[in-house]
Each structure stands twice: as C-alpha cells, then as structure tokens.
Nanobody, 114 residues
Framework: EMQLTESGGGLVQPGGSLRLSCVVSGFSLSTYYMNWVRQAPGKGLEWLASIHTDGTTAYAPSAQGRFTISRDNAKNTLYLQLTSLKSEDTAMYYC????????RGQGTQVTVSS
C-alpha cells in the first residue's frame, strides 16, 4: 500500500522558515514524479511545486523564489523548504503523487501569524 506521511508544519512568524517532510512507503520515491500542494481555509487545492525522477523541478508563481522542493531517495523522503513566509501561506500542505492532489497524504498545517 502506498502511503504518504507529511510532517514539519507549525506556527511561524511572517518572514520565517519551515522545512516540511513527506515520508513515503509502499513504493520507491526515486521512480515517481512528486508534488507539493496546499489548501488554504475556504479555498481549493493549489499546486506549488513538482520534482521529476531526473531531479527537474517546477514551481507555481506563488512558490517561485521562496519555496524549494527536494528529495532524498535513500530516505524515501520528499521535502519542501519554505522561506519568507507570509500570512497568505497559511494552509494545510500535502505531498502528492499528482499535481492535482488527488493522491495525497493527510497533510501538515502551516500557520503564519505574528
């Protein structure tokens, strides 16, 4: 069974940073195209970033320059480094096997507030 387990969220002040992790099981991370998506209160899922099996990355405009997606295949772990956080980044963050977020984990909450 494929499982995705996110962690690393929390409460952070504007301008702060967090690193989110997603441990996968039931498959090899190195063979999958992986994504991060988020859902803010009252809004739909928003794609943030993806990383291909060759390491190529892509970012949504809202994430470009502030967020960095990476992975450690040996640890079967996907990461999302968040920097320069803003209040509008407050959301539940998910790792996902597809860019629409249909196959995603349970999520980790990020709250940006002073």
């Amino acid at each position: 069974e494929m499982q995705l387990t996110e962690s690393g969220g929390g409460l952070v002040q504007p301008g702060g940073s967090l690193r989110l992790s997603c441990v996968v099981s039931g498959f090899s991370l190195s063979t999958y195209y992986m994504n991060w998506v988020r859902q803010a209160p009252g809004k739909g899922l928003e794609w943030l970033a993806s990383i291909h099996t060759d390491g190529t990355t892509a970012y949504a405009p809202s994430a470009q320059g502030r967020f960095t997606i990476s992975r450690d295949n040996a640890k079967n772990t996907l990461y999302l480094q968040l920097t320069s956080l803003k209040s509008e980044d407050t959301a539940m963050y998910y790792c996902a096997l597809d860019s629409l977020g249909y196959r995603r984990g349970q999520g980790t909450q990020v709250t940006v507030s002073s």
